[in-house]
């Protein structure tokens, strides 16, 4: 049986465990935080194995098994090395660490130890990315030429954040998460499935800024707003915008020659893709007002029900990992990938309106898409 252990037992580890329900193949070797009433309280709610230290987690972890570490950002980069420099395979939240030189510092243990090192978001292997996906190569809308995509949640700084509880219980972590800025937090979502189907970029122009200063009373945080245009090595053109104050819009559009796929709901994996072919009536230009559902022809993966803002399956990254493992094939999330990816992240986060444009320094494969999208 392929297993799993889990380091961070806050917010999102219940969302990771209510996922883990979908995949009865995979059990848990061990659970550990160092907060040791939320690790009791989580590992009680879930029946789960708790690890005292670090240490102990990684010995129960076995060498074919894949380390979760579901930490803040800023404790990722010291999690993901231990993990990697303990002989563990890591799965890690986003991003990959918080400066540049710690992701490259990540990907070359995890290359020199043969390691596999893989970093959420994951939606990328979920229906509604790889239905878009096969959309946009068998050229439904034409030759795709430029893309759209959203990422704006609506004025998070006057929601009732303080009272959002995960399933265990643990308090939505509003500081962590306006210290840290929506665009590491969530860039990730869109550049995936833009990298997975468009390849690597090759430069970033992009432009950040904290819009509403002083959300919580104490001092400045992150940029709560940025957009970045990305130029592909293909030759493929995206804008991407990310923010917690514009009103909530996750859509992302694929504007070909011949017509639009959209797709509303980038934390759904059951989001419907429409396409909407251009026409012309009378003397005017305009998509069809009636789009079409695109569907894939067979089943795709289990879903798992909406809680709170995501009905995303937050398995399906670990899971693809744990597959490739025991086939001895490469994973689609691989090290060049999380690290390029985080890479774009942020230079898109740091831009501030210095402006200018960015050359990446890393690359990475187009993913090969899920067998059931082929
Ligand atoms: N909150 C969400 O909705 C959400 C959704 C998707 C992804 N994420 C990502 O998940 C990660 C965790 O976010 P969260 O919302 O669960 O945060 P959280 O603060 O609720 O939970 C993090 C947990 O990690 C523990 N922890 C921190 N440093 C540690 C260390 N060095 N050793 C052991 N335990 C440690 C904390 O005690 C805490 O229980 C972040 O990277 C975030 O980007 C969050």
């Not at 949640?153 to 840290?180: C, H, R």
């Amino acid at each position: 049986m392929p297993r799993i252990s889990i380091i961070g037992c806050g917010f999102v580890a219940d969302l990771y465990l209510r996922s883990l329900q979908s995949f009865p193949d995979i059990s848990v070797a061990g659970v550990y935080d160092h907060d040791p009433e939320r690790l009791r309280v989580f590992c009680t709610h879930w029946n789960l194995p708790s690890c005292d230290t670090l240490d102990a987690l990684l010995a129960a972890t076995p060498l074919d098994g894949l380390v979760l570490n579901l930490t803040n950002p800023g404790a990722h980069y010291d999690i993901n090395k231990a993990c990697l420099l303990a002989g563990r395979h890591v799965y890690s939240e986003k991003p990959l660490a918080m400066e540049l030189d710690q992701a490259k510092d990540l990907h070359r243990i995890a290359g020199e130890t043969g390691l596999m090192l893989a970093s959420a978001p994951c939606s990328v292997l979920g229906e509604a990315a790889q239905t878009l996906g096969h959309a946009i190569r068998n050229q439904v809308c034409g030759t795709p030429r430029l893309v759209y995509a959203e990422l704006d949640d609506g004025f998070i700084p006057q929601a009732a954040y303080k009272k959002w509880l995960s399933e265990s219980g643990a308090p939505w972590p509003y500081q962590d998460e306006f210290e840290v800025g929506c665009t590491l937090e969530h860039a990730g979502y869109y550049l995936t499935w833009l990298i997975s189907w468009f390849g690597p970029v090759r430069s970033v122009t992009a432009a950040s800024a904290e819009c509403l200063p002083d959300k919580t009373g104490t001092g400045p945080t992150a940029p709560d707003f940025a957009t970045a245009t990305l130029f592909f090595d293909s030759g493929m053109v995206a804008r991407l915008t990310c923010s917690i104050l514009a009103p909530h819009d996750h859509s992302i559009r694929v504007i070909g020659d011949k017509g639009v796929l959209k797709l509303n709901r980038a934390w759904d994996n059951d989001a419907p893709v429409r396409y909407a072919r251009r026409l012309t009536l009378r003397r005017r230009l305009m998509e069809h007002p009636l789009p079409r559902r695109i569907r894939l022809p067979g089943p795709t993966h289990p879903k798992v029900k909406r809680w709170g803002a995501a009905a995303m399956n937050f398995m399906l990254g670990p899971a693809e990992m744990l597959d490739a493992l025991a086939k001895g094939r490469p994973s689609r999330l691989s090290a060049d990938f999380a690290l390029h990816m985080t890479e774009v992240t942020l230079a898109m986060s740091s831009a501030g309106d210095s402006g200018g444009a960015v050359k990446m320094t890393t690359t990475c494969e187009r993913m090969e898409p899920m067998v059931w999208a082929q």
